[in-house]
């Protein structure tokens, strides 16, 4: 696989940053499918990200969020109580590492662990300036005649009409 290196790029533009880490993020490998996720849209501008993470608590789960990009780890130490023997491991240990690149003005509202699925609520909170607002139309005059404007004219101290 060719790998792009945008660093020339970098030096020579004003405001695409973002969009050149995107392009590098296309060109490295795919992220492992551990843990298996969803997303799921909760309202018109809510959203939520639920992953199975089964034999994680809520001490050894952590969240980033760092200019568009939410960063869930988890870490998973050592389990095995004093004398004890594991003799089968069918329940996955690993730590895992998952980002998910979030659109502008998502926020993150709140996280929540239940039932070993970590729920990631979002929001997009859009600025009022960019909200799109309706603009009235108004009508056109029925007459295009110029309409006189009406004046009273003052002579030493006589109105004349």
């Given amino acids: ?6 660093s020339p790029l970098y030096r020579s533009t004003v405001g695409f940053d973002r969009v050149f880490s995107m392009l590098d993020s296309l060109s490295q490998p795919e992220q492992p499918a551990y843990p ?10 809510a959203y939520r990200i639920t992953m199975a993470v089964a034999g994680f608590d809520e001490s050894e789960l952590s969240l980033e969020l760092n200019q568009h990009l939410l960063t869930v780890k988890g870490d998973k130490g050592t389990e095995n109580g004093e004398g004890s023997e ?16 979030l ?17 990631i609520d979002l929001v997009r909170n859009i600025p009022e300036a960019m909200k799109p ?7 056109a005059q029925k007459n295009n005649e110029p309409k006189a404007i009406e004046a009273q004219v003052v002579t030493d101290g006589e109105t004349v009409n």
């Fill in 1 to 6: 696989m060719r790998h792009f290196d945008f």
């Fill in 36 to 45: 298996p996720y969803n997303i799921e849209r909760t309202g018109e501008n």
């Fill in 86 to 101: 594991t003799l089968y491991r069918g329940i996955a240990k690993r730590a895992f590492e998952r980002r998910f690149q």
């Fill in 103 to 119: 659109a502008d003005h998502v926020e993150v509202k709140a996280a929540q662990l239940k039932n070993g699925l970590l729920h």
């Fill in 133 to 139: 607002r309706k603009i009235d139309i108004l009508p």
